[in-house]
């Protein structure tokens, strides 16, 4: 028996609607072979995490701590000269003395009586001298005798000068004002040209000599300012300024000598003593970015910036540490920022998920170095 046209209806309407849902599973499951969205976002690697610093630029500034002795202004060892006794010591040690103030005296007596013959000489040449001027013209004395006398008292003036010259070498004066040292004679001792009597030295502005590597002569200029320490004065630090560059570098040590000049307004510096001597070179600009930034691979220094949301490596040459930082040379503009975490898993190419470092952060640029 046939079934019904109205069950024939129902069957259809049943049936219909399951081979309609049938269709669109089989639509929506993905062909053998080819992986579905899901399947292809699971695969795709997921973004890096990293952290970025800005880089910035820095002044290529030199610090340099290096030591040096101090030396007078103007020092000297003081020597007599002439030998003989001495009878006057005019100075003690540590004294501030005039220029041209006494500090020794010799026995002088046999001088002073030189002195006075060639006075003595000089008078009778003079007289001599006068008569025969007046008798000039007459031809009571003939002119040769005239000029005699006139030779007698230019030879009489001489021998005068030369016994003061004598007799003022008696006495030992100060060449310049300063401070004298040690006594090293007393009263009644005799004394040699090569007997040293004391030390005389000019410290109102003390000189530190002190030596640079060559690398840094094209850095230095006169009236460059730096610093001085020394071990007597640990709290305190003298201000002074080059004053002096030597014409050469030691072909030896390769170094340049130097002298600064430091005022010793309240002397309290003395010459020999020894001197850290701390000074700042100014150099070029360069960028700079943290230490953590600079890697190292087949082709030299390289650091990771970000473009686009993806890695990109950038070849730079590494010029010196400064502080925390790294002075780059190379295609990196002022201001990009590089990564400082999270190297180790970036290829090029790679989606990164960035962080900035925060402000105050150890990573961050400090507010003295940005300002440069």
């Not at 993905?30 to 795709?44: L, M, Q, S, Y």
């Not at 002096?244 to 000598?257: E, P, V």
């Not at 002075?327 to 990164?352: C, H, K, S």
Request: positive net charge.
């Amino acid at each position: 028996m046939s079934p019904s046209p109205r069950r024939l209806l129902a069957i259809v309407l049943v049936v219909l609607p399951c081979v309609a849902l049938l269709a669109w599973v089989a639509r929506a499951q993905p062909r053998a072979g080819a992986p579905g969205t899901d399947e292809v976002a699971r695969r795709a690697p997921p973004p890096v995490p990293v952290v970025l610093a800005d880089s910035i630029a820095v002044a290529d500034t030199a610090r340099i701590e290096v030591l040096g002795s101090g030396l007078a202004e103007r020092s000297v060892t003081v020597y007599p000269a002439a030998a003989g006794e001495v009878v006057q010591v005019g100075f003690r040690a540590g004294q501030r003395v005039k220029a041209g103030q006494q500090l020794l005296g010799l026995k002088d007596r046999s001088q002073r009586l030189a002195v006075d013959l060639a006075v003595a000489q000089l008078d009778a040449a003079k007289r001599l001298m006068a008569r025969y001027e007046t008798t000039r013209g007459t031809g009571a004395v003939p002119g040769s005798l005239i000029d005699e006398a006139q030779s007698g008292v230019e030879l009489a003036e001489i021998a005068l000068r030369q016994a003061r010259e004598a007799l003022a070498d008696r006495v030992v004066l100060a060449p310049f004002a300063g401070v004298v040292g040690i006594a090293g004679v007393e009263a009644g001792d005799r004394v040699a040209l090569d007997t040293a009597i004391t030390t005389l030295d000019d410290r109102r502005i003390l000189q530190v000599a002190f030596e640079l590597p060559e690398v840094y002569a094209a850095r230095l200029k006169i009236g460059q300012a730096l610093r001085v320490t020394n071990p007597a004065y640990a709290d305190r630090h003298f201000d002074g300024r080059i004053s002096r560059i030597d014409s050469r570098i030691d072909a030896t040590s390769r170094n340049l000598r130097l002298r600064a000049s430091v005022p010793n307004s309240d002397d309290v510096l003395r010459p020999g003593m020894s001197f850290a001597v701390q000074l700042e070179l100014p150099g070029a600009q360069f960028v700079a970015v943290p230490e953590l930034a600079l890697q190292w691979g087949r082709d030299g220094a390289y650091v990771w910036t970000v473009v686009d949301g993806k890695a990109q490596q950038v070849l730079v040459r590494s010029v010196r540490r400064v502080d925390d930082r790294v002075l780059l040379e190379g295609p990196l503009p002022v201001g990009t920022a590089v990564v400082v975490e999270g190297v180790q898993r970036l290829r090029a190419g790679r989606a990164v998920a960035a962080v900035r470092v925060p402000s105050g952060s150890a990573l961050a640029p400090p507010a003295a170095a940005a300002s440069r």
